[in-house]
């Protein structure tokens, strides 16, 4: 974070994640959109703030996310910081939880959150806003603030959804410290959007399909004791296993009937098959293989249940997945990229 400040939006221009899950790349709001399942993803992310009254730092911290299921998505924060004129700290650790509760894609997403925190006050990774915290909190010398440990619970409502290339998500946010202290409530929301919807058929690393531009706001909501937005703080930020065949399979024909008169945009291109591939090889063969004949217990992509479905069809599974059976929703991928991969599954026939 680049300086703490009571604003509220925050405009970015961030790179896509090139990792074969979806994740939408905002940084405080959560998107319905997990871990790729039997996926573990190491990331290393770092705060850094300027304040009025205290000392600029750097909190870094280490992200260990590992997709459980489809459904089912779990963290491990590992935090730290250091305080410029002070000293360096570990501060804790946090154990998050993702779960989707509804197994299709809908108009509105939603997804429960859980989070257990053993932190001390000298944590600055500054993750959420909630209550009446404040850039006050974040000047306590290190060697005052370290000697609290808060033991938190922290619940999120997710709502998420995803249109015509766009991500919309409002997250509402309850924080209990496992004390006496009461609940503290604030929220965090974010609209993203690719540079282009539709990939290229060469590969390439600094094209518009690769980035991702959207807005972001955060703040506190005030206490059980005073629900309010007044004296509260707002901030901007700036930052440069198992899949089971059958019922993967089944679920395809469970596509609505509808879908089957959809039209292939792209039927029949060369280009949109070849920008499928790289589509495929990016998101697909971890799980498929690259040959497509099925791994980890995949489905073969290029059996008949599967060749023999509707193009619409196709499109309509990879929105909404399965994720009883750990094939998960692809809906934050733009429609035009889902037909793309559509249109290379069919030159595998």
């Not at 609290?148 to 015509?164: F, G, N, P, Q, V």
């Not at 990879?318 to 429609?335: D, E, I, Q, T």
């Amino acid at each position: 974070m680049s300086r703490l400040v009571s604003l509220a939006v925050a405009g970015w221009l961030l790179p896509a994640p090139r990792a074969a899950a979806q994740d939408t790349p905002y940084f405080v709001a959560y998107s319905h959109h997990l871990e790729e399942p039997g996926s573990l993803e190491l990331e290393f992310f770092s705060t850094y703030g300027t304040q009025h009254r205290g000392n600029d730092f750097v909190a870094p911290w280490l992200e260990l996310e590992y997709g459980a299921t489809a459904w089912w998505t779990t963290e491990l924060y590992l935090d730290t910081q250091s305080t410029f004129n002070d000293r360096s700290l570990y501060t804790g650790f946090r154990w998050e939880n993702r779960f989707r509760p509804l197994m299709r894609e809908h108009w509105i997403n939603p997804v429960l959150y859980v989070e257990y925190e053993n932190t001390d006050e000298a944590d600055k990774t500054i993750k959420e806003v909630v209550g009446f915290d404040s850039a006050a909190d974040s000047a306590v010398p290190n060697g005052v603030a370290r000697r609290k440990i808060d033991r938190e619970a922290e619940t999120k409502l997710i709502l998420s959804s995803d249109y015509k290339g766009w991500n919309i998500s409002e997250n509402f946010i309850g924080e209990k410290n496992l004390g006496h202290a009461p609940w503290e409530f604030g929220y965090a929301a974010g609209l993203s959007r690719p540079l282009r919807l539709a990939s290229t058929a060469r590969p390439c690393r600094f094209c518009r399909e690769n980035f991702v531009a959207g807005v972001e706001f955060y703040g506190g909501l005030g206490t059980t004791q005073h629900l309010t937005l007044s004296h509260t703080s707002h901030y901007a930020a700036h930052r440069e296993r198992s899949h089971d065949d059958r019922g993967v399979l089944a679920a395809i024909a469970q596509a609505p009937a509808k879908t089957r008169d959809w039209k292939n945009p792209y039927e029949g291109q060369l280009d949109a098959a070849l920008a499928g591939e790289k589509l495929y090889r990016r998101h697909c063969a971890e799980c498929h293989g690259d040959d497509a004949r099925g791994r980890r217990s995949a489905p073969n992509l290029r059996a008949g249940e599967v060749q023999n479905a509707a193009d619409g069809e196709l499109v309509w599974f990879l929105a909404n997945g399965n994720l009883a059976h750990g094939m998960p929703s692809w809906s934050g991928l733009p429609v035009e990229r889902r037909w793309q991969i559509v249109t290379y599954l069919r030159t595998l026939r």
